[in-house]
């Protein structure tokens, strides 16, 4: 296994989780890293990624709710999910951000916001 996704859940609208991915060494490092998403009957898409550096950037939907970070020492990727709305459900994955480098995805791990 070389990316491994946890911390979903099922939460209440306006809640938080945090999601993290592992991922082998030669996958993340130097790398810009990402966390997609996909919806039941939608297609996948990027709504968080990060540079090897920090540099940070966000879909306009979860742009000032979600937090993305990474710890380079422990090729570990995080997702910080703040005011969570039921739109939000979805299995999120980690890959990396540049699509021609994409490996394959893991098994993702399921977020359900709902009352």
């Known amino acids: 296994v070389q990316l491994l996704e946890s911390g979903g859940g099922l939460v209440q609208p306006g809640g938080s989780l945090r999601l993290s991915c592992a991922a082998s060494?030669?996958?993340?490092?130097?790398?810009?890293m990402g966390w997609y998403r996909q919806a039941p009957g939608k297609q996948r898409e990027l709504v968080a990624a990060?540079?090897?550096?920090?540099?940070?950037n966000y879909a306009d939907s979860v742009k000032g709710r979600f937090t993305i970070s990474r710890d380079n020492a422990k090729n570990t990727l995080y997702l910080q999910m703040n005011s969570l709305k039921p739109e939000d459900t979805a299995v999120y994955y980690c890959n990396r951000a540049i699509p021609r480098l994409r490996i394959e995805w893991g098994q993702g791990t399921q977020v359900t916001v709902s009352s």
């Open positions: 990060i540079t090897s550096g920090g540099i940070s």
């Open positions: 060494g030669s996958i993340f490092s130097n790398n810009a």
